[in-house]
């Protein structure tokens, strides 16, 4: 089935490592976007690409990177995590930014900074 | 400032039906969406609504009042399936998702 695969499913480590969340679609969606979920607050964007080869800063890109080096692959690096950083990231996909299209998700990276 | 509000959670009885509420401020608004999100899992993407009105599908219909800063989320004849939180967000003047922080609907039989 298509859609967007991320990796790892869940992740525990300690802090000042540093971690690669994977993200992989088979859409050939355009725009793609990293989300971090936490309890009682609502999806927050971390950082967006509107096409490859680009890359834009969302609401809490702090202590985050990413890159989009093709069109299917979007990775977000953490490169020192800290215990803040625990949450479970969602990767998301559309046809394109500037629309009414819907994002199609990825199934979420659980990751514990200790 | 942005922001999206919607109650934390709700409960109802299979078969019944339910109303979840979103309300939001925006200085630009491109559309309204609503996504499902069952427990361990990622959203789904449910509607989306940009012009005022009910946009029906299926057992789910979705409201829009632009002018009021409303919207709602309408389940019917309600199944033990539909037990998942339930997200609003609006999409800003910058086609950026402003998220609510999700409903938690609880389903009793």
């Known amino acids: 089935i298509a859609g967007i695969t991320q990796a790892p499913t869940s992740q525990i480590l300690a802090a000042g490592r540093r971690m690669t969340l994977r993200c992989t679609q088979d859409?050939?969606?355009?725009?793609m976007y990293w989300y971090r979920q936490d309890l009682g607050l609502g999806l927050r964007l971390i950082h967006y690409?509107?096409?490859?080869?680009?890359?834009g800063k969302g609401e809490v890109p702090d202590g985050y990177s990413v890159s989009r080096a093709n069109t299917d692959d979007f990775p977000l690096t953490l490169a020192s995590a800290v215990p803040s950083q625990t949450s479970v990231y969602f990767c998301?996909?559309?046809?394109?930014?500037?629309?009414?299209?819907?994002?199609?998700f990825g199934e979420g990276s659980r990751l514990t900074v200790l | 400032g942005q922001n999206i509000d919607q109650p934390t959670e709700m409960t109802a009885t299979e078969g019944a039906i339910v109303q979840i509420n979103c309300t939001y401020q925006?200085?630009?608004?491109?559309?309204l969406f609503w996504y499902q999100q069952h427990a361990g899992e990622a959203p789904t993407f449910l509607s989306y609504?940009?012009l005022d009105g009910l946009e029906e599908k299926g057992r789910f219909s979705s409201f829009l009042s632009r002018s009021k800063g409303y919207s709602y989320l309408l389940l019917k004849e309600l199944q033990m399936k539909d037990s998942a939180s339930y997200l609003c967000?609006?999409?800003?003047?910058?086609?950026?998702?402003?998220w609510g922080a999700g409903t938690k609907l609880i389903i009793k039989p």
């Open positions: 998301a996909s559309s046809e394109s930014r500037d629309s009414s299209g819907e994002l199609f």
């Open positions: 859409m050939r969606h355009n725009a």
């Open positions: 690409s509107n096409t490859a080869g680009t890359t």
């Open positions: 925006t200085s630009g608004f491109n559309g």
């Open positions: 609504n940009v």
């Open positions: 967000a609006h999409m800003d003047s910058n086609y950026q998702l402003i």
